[in-house]
Nanobody
Framework: EMQLVESGGGLVQAGGSLRLSCATS????????VAWIRQAPGKEREVVSC????????YYAPSVKGRFTISSDSSKMTVDLQMTSLKPEETAVYYC????????????????WGRGNQVTVSS
């Protein structure tokens, strides 16, 4: 059974940095893409970043490009998201999610979700 467990969220001041980590298990790591998806209060979930282990593709939402960096450690089966220059409007629950092979922006194609981790950016 696929399991995704997020860690590393918390409270940070605007302009600060946080690192999120997603520990995966129960899947063939190089057959999946792992994404970070966030949901701010009153808003729909959006894909922030994604990494496809199968082809090395990295995706970043335009709003985070240049500030967020996604990385993976295949030996540990983890995918991290380094977030810098955080903004108050990026306060949200950040989810780790996985889908087969390639990154997708279609949430209906996600095969597994983590429980989410709160990130709060104070102004």
């Amino acid at each position: 059974e696929m399991q995704l467990v997020e860690s590393g969220g918390g409270l940070v001041q605007a302009g600060g940095s946080l690192r999120l980590s997603c520990a995966t298990s129960g899947l063939t790591f190089n057959h999946y893409a792992v994404a970070w998806i966030r949901q701010a209060p009153g808003k729909e979930r959006e894909v922030v970043s994604c990494f496809s282990e199968s082809d090395g593709t990295r995706y970043y939402a335009p709003s985070v490009k240049g500030r967020f960096t996604i990385s993976s450690d295949s030996s540990k089966m983890t995918v991290d998201l380094q977030m810098t220059s955080l903004k108050p409007e990026e306060t949200a629950v950040y989810y780790c999610a996985a889908n087969a092979v390639v990154c997708t922006l279609q949430l209906s194609e996600v095969d597994g979700w983590g429980r989410g981790n709160q990130v709060t950016v104070s102004s």
